[in-house]
């Protein structure tokens, strides 16, 4: 999140939403993939920022955090379902979590992501469009499609 937005992350601050929040992360990653994760949070929070300035009135933290577009793990809900919160990586995911809403997810480079997706998987709205960075096979980008 860059310094000087309006933090409107706190609306995350709920205990139901950041176990929402890290099952999300937790579906998308691997065991280790601490960078990729901390990226995919930076996402999340820059989108809850901009979609509520958009349109404060309908927006909805749980439809950034359960997205199927940016979490196609989602897609799998008893797999969502069953996730084992006693899990070292679930835990590891809620600790960037409360990072990341925090402010203490201080990458420079991760500041300004809006946007990702798999490599293998670019969505039409993404054609055209070069990644600011890339993590395994994941691109990111700092605008929203």
């Known amino acids: 999140m860059v310094e000087g937005k309006t933090n409107k992350v706190k609306k995350l601050n709920s205990n139901i939403y950041k176990i929402i929040f890290a099952k999300s992360l937790f579906g998308m990653s691997r065991e280790g993939e601490e960078r990729l994760v901390r ?3 930076t ?3 820059n989108r809850i920022d901009f979609e509520s300035d958009i349109d404060e009135q309908n927006f909805n933290v749980v439809n950034v955090l359960t997205d199927t577009e940016l979490f196609p793990c989602w897609k799998n809900i008893k797999f ?3 996730i084992d ?3 070292e990586w679930f835990k590891k995911c809620l600790c960037i979590v409360n990072d990341v809403i925090a402010g203490k997810n201080k990458n420079l480079k991760l500041q300004n992501l809006i ?3 798999k490599v293998d998987r670019r969505p039409f709205g993404f ?3 070069c990644p600011c960075l890339m993590i395994n096979d994941y691109a990111f ?3 929203y499609v």
């Open 39 to 41: 990226a995919m949070a």
């Open 43 to 45: 996402v999340v929070v």
């Open 115 to 117: 946007s990702f997706h």
């Open 80 to 82: 969502m379902e069953t």
């Open 141 to 143: 980008y700092d605008v």
């Open 127 to 129: 054609i055209g469009l």
């Open 85 to 87: 919160f006693s899990l």
